[in-house]
C-alpha cells in the first residue's frame, strides 16, 4: 500500500494503491484521520491503483467517513477498479461516498 | 484433482502465503473468480484469527483447497473457541453513514463472493466450507 498526496486549494487528494488489507489498512487509516483532524473537509480519494481492498480496509475508509460527516466535510472517491467497485457494491459504499470515474471529475465536484 | 493443504499461524502476516496458493491452484481460472476467492479467504482467516482466539495466544488455522468440476472448494479449520461467524444477521449496509456499523462486512463479503458457506463444530474444531462454482477459462456454457 502506498499513499500519493497532492494539495489544489482547499481539496487534498489522496491516491491509496497496491492492497488494503489486514497489514495496511491502519497506516492508511491513521493519515485519513490526521487528514481530517488537521482541517482537510475536502477529500478525495483517487483508488485507481487500489488493486485489493479486504474488510479490514473497508472498515478504515468508514471510520474515516463518519469522522468526516461529524465535522460536515465531505470524501468521494474516484477510479474504482471493477474488483473494488463490486466490493464497495456489496459493503453499501456506494451510498457513503459518491464516486467518479476519473480524478479530475472529483476534484470538480469538491470545488462546487 | 488438485488438492493442497496449509496450516497456517494465526497471525495475519499467513494470509499472503495463503492467496498464494489459491492464486497457483487457480492459475487458469478466470481472474476476477480467483481474486474473489482470495478476498474470501482472507475475511474467513481474519476472523478466526481476531475472534476463534484469545488475542495472542498461539493457535492454528487449517485450510485445505480443492479444486474439481463442481468448482473451487476450500475449507477453513481451527481449534478455537465456538464460533459460528454466519450465525449473525449481516448489517444493514443501506443505513446512513452514522448509523453504520463498522463490523460485520468480511462475512457478508463471503457470503456474496462464494456461492455456498457453511459451518459445523466437529469436535473440538470451527469448519467453514466454502465452494465458488468456477471452471477454467474457456469452460463456461
Redesign the interface.
Known sequence: MEIKEEKAGNILTLAIGGRLDAASARPAEERLLQAIESGERRLVLDLQALEYVASVGLRSLMTAAKRMKGVEGRIVVCGLRPAIRQVFEIAGFDRLFESFPTREEAIRAQAS | MPERSLTLRND??E?ERLSQAIGEMGAALPK?AV??I??AA??LV?NVIRHGYETGQPGTVDVLLRLDAGGFWMQVRDRGRPFDPLSKPDPD???P??E?K??G??I??VK??MDEVHYRRVGDENVIETLKRVGPLGSEE
Open positions: 495475519v502476516a494470509i476476477d481474486g474473489e482470495q478476498l482472507e475475511e481474519t449496509v443501506t443505513a453513514v452514522e453504520r463498522v463490523g462486512l468480511g457478508l463479503l456474496r463472493l
